[in-house]
């Protein structure tokens, strides 16, 4: 069955540092997503994409986050300067369009000490 | 900004019992949706639900969708200890971009041989 594979599922950095993390989607999927989960919290939305821009980002998505499709494949989130409260569980979705369907990576840990 | 909200945050229940958790909101949903997800990976699609009144089921698993579409409860009978685990209602709203999620906090199944 086609999934959402996610690189590195954890990642330690320093604040201040720039992080990186990688999703690559179910190929034929339209929409892209990064999720993010605290530690004891719920699911949040940061941001969508779709036809290479932005549809649509909350606010915790603010100037130190930004996202890339830089090739046919992959789908990045790039946290600038990380800071503590950074740290959480990012998930990457993708979709077709379909009723809100969403399939999800396994996640990338990033701790920010 | 839009709540979800998922009871109980907990169950512990013996193998063998049927349980039900529930999932609202104050707004209309558009479509809902509900997720499983085990400890450091990503929430996995059960089910969808769109039309009010729908009822899904999934071999031991009842969906119900209100005719409202402001609650859904999903229905195990006959729990096994195979269904512990983190389960997550996750609905978008109308007006909402495509795959905007709003996640509830989960209820933590645990099901005792």
């Known amino acids: 069955e086609p999934e959402v594979t996610q690189t590195p599922s954890h990642q330690v950095t320093q604040m201040g540092q720039e992080v990186i993390l990688r999703c690559v989607p179910i190929?034929?999927?339209?929409?892209f997503y990064w999720y993010r989960q605290i530690l004891g919290q719920k699911v949040e939305f940061l941001v969508s994409f779709y036809n290479n821009e932005i549809s649509e980002k909350s606010e915790i998505f603010d100037d130190q986050f930004s996202v890339e499709r830089p090739d046919g494949s992959n789908f990045t989130l790039k946290i600038r300067s990380t800071k503590l409260e950074d740290s959480a569980m990012y998930f990457c979705a993708s979709g077709r369009g379909a009723a809100n369907v969403l399939t999800f990576g396994a996640g990338s840990r990033l701790t920010v000490l | 900004t839009q709540l979800l909200e998922q009871s109980p945050q907990f169950l512990s229940i013996q193998e063998g019992e049927n349980l039900t958790v529930y999932c609202n909101s104050s707004?209309?949903?558009?479509?809902l949706q509900w997720y499983r997800q085990e400890p450091g990976e990503g929430p996995v699609l059960l089910v969808t639900v769109v039309t009010g009144g729908e009822v899904k089921k999934l071999k031991r698993l009842t969906f119900q969708f209100g005719d409202a579409r402001k609650d859904s409860s999903l229905h195990i009978t006959a729990a096994q200890p195979g269904d512990t685990g983190l389960y997550l209602c996750?609905?978008?709203?109308?007006?909402?971009?495509?795959?905007?999620?709003?996640f509830g906090r989960g209820t933590q199944l645990t099901v005792w041989p």
């Open positions: 707004s209309v949903f558009s479509s």
């Open positions: 996750a609905g978008a709203f109308r007006g909402s971009t495509l795959g905007r999620l709003y």
């Open positions: 190929s034929n999927h339209l929409y």
